[in-house]
């Protein structure tokens, strides 16, 4: 049996006899212990007090109940499709909301309590999904495993201001590409956001060049998954995730930040013509190249899941040099999936403590996000003893080079 097929049927059997183990079926708000207080209270001691938090990766999720656009593929809900049911029942518990009457309404509000519980002010840059393409810019909506329109973003971003800034999602095959890129920054947008590998969008495609050159000239980052995809499903198109690809929009101008920092995966590499490499280690490669500084960043998002470990998440914490290129993201809601993050694997690495393994699990219970950013700011080099500098977690995409 493959091990993605393993780890999927385990994922079921937890899910239909375990929901005990997932985050926020039965929140409980409750005053924390002095130790896990005490790890929170660190994670923020040396922060600006006058600049927010800032997460540059939350997915906004919806079933559409309620007329907002929002999408998700039949089968990920069919009885006849029972891990893709499985699976997306998993991600759905982990959101901490209780029923699906109003899920899309309800999810907003958890998250929202979720970060106004923060000790300090926090921006979510929530994400819109846009549907896959095909060459011809019509819709593939078999392979859209869901969708989420830009105007439910900044819908959403209205409604708390002061939380969530909406980040737009364009296909660039879409016939209406540039005015739908237009229209967005109009409203303020200045970040995007692409999955390529179940998109079906090709970075490298020239036919893209006057929607990167539009996106320059707007003061438009990019955002991209880079790396294998597992959460989504991708039709063999992984190679669609390497990074060497974003060389394309980086030579144009565009600011481009690499979700995950490409931490997950194999890809064949573009400059050694039969060769194949580690997407983290091609991300490295255009990190080191002169010319990207200032125009390529990396995300924190899902660089502690279980999967990803141990390389990259060791070799960042290593690296002070790429400190300023870095920005936090949690890739909510998976912060709320327990089988995911193993903080035990992060004792055995000596990048966390047992002390602090047992806080975080106990702030994990509460608060998904809160345990998030309080275990990236908790880990630990265990060389150098080095932290991730706390700027780091208050860099917002807007501060970033347009260009």
């Known amino acids: 049996m493959p091990p993605t097929t393993a780890c999927r049927l385990f ?6 006899f375990g929901p005990a183990l997932l985050a926020g079926s039965k929140p409980k708000p409750r005053p924390y212990s002095s130790s896990a207080q005490a790890l929170i209270d660190r994670a923020f001691a040396d922060l600006d007090p006058g600049k927010p938090v800032v997460d540059v990766h939350v997915h906004a999720i919806g079933l559409g109940q ?3 656009g929002t999408f998700v593929n039949p089968e990920k809900l069919s009885l006849r499709h029972p891990l893709k049911r499985l699976e997306t029942n998993l991600y759905l518990k982990a959101t901490g909301v209780e029923g699906l009457a109003h899920f899309d309404r309800d999810y907003l509000e958890v998250l929202a309590a979720r970060a106004r519980a923060f000790p300090r002010p926090v921006r979510l840059h929530l994400l819109a999904m846009d549907r896959a393409y095909r060459p011809d810019g019509t819709p593939d909506e078999a392979r859209t495993e869901f969708h ?3 105007a439910y973003v900044f819908a959403a971003a209205a409604r708390h201001p002061d939380l969530f800034v909406p980040v737009m999602s364009i296909h660039p095959a879409r016939k209406d590409a540039i005015q739908e890129l237009e229209a967005c920054a109009a409203k303020g947008g200045r970040l995007l956001k692409w999955l390529p590998n179940a998109q079906a969008i090709d970075p490298a495609d020239p036919r893209f060049d006057p929607f990167y050159c539009r996106m320059k000239d707007l003061g438009v980052a990019l955002l991209t998954h880079a790396g294998e995809e597992r959460a989504v499903a991708v039709k063999d198109a992984q190679a669609l995730g390497n990074p060497l690809k974003l060389r394309r929009p980086l030579d144009l101008g565009v600011t ?3 979700a995950h920092c ?4 194999r890809n064949a590499d573009l400059d050694h013509p039969g060769k194949a490499a580690r997407n983290f280690d091609l991300f490295l490669r255009l990190m080191e190249d002169p010319k990207y500084r200032g125009r390529l960043f990396g995300d924190l998002s899902a660089i502690t899941q279980i999967n990803r470990l141990p390389a990259p998440l060791q070799t960042l914490l290593a690296r002070p040099d790429l400190d300023g ?7 909510y809601p998976l912060p709320g999936v327990d089988l995911i993050i193993w903080t035990r694997r992060l004792v055995a690495l000596r990048l966390i403590t047992a002390a602090e393994r047992k806080a975080l ?3 994990w219970k509460q608060n998904p996000p809160l345990f998030d950013f309080v275990l990236k700011r908790t880990l630990k080099d265990p060389k150098s003893e080095r932290r991730w500098s706390a ?3 208050q860099r917002s995409p807007e501060s970033l080079p347009a260009q």
Not at 262 to 265: K, T, Y
Not at 325 to 331: E, F, H, I, P, T
């Open 361 to 363: 699990n106990e702030i």
């Open 256 to 258: 481009v930040i690499v």
């Open 325 to 331: 290129r870095l920005l936090n993201g949690s890739d």
């Open 391 to 393: 700027d780091l977690f």
């Open 11 to 16: 994922l079921a059997l937890i899910i239909s």
């Open 66 to 68: 309620d007329g907002d």
């Open 262 to 265: 490409a931490s997950l995966g």
């Open 148 to 150: 989420v329109p830009n």
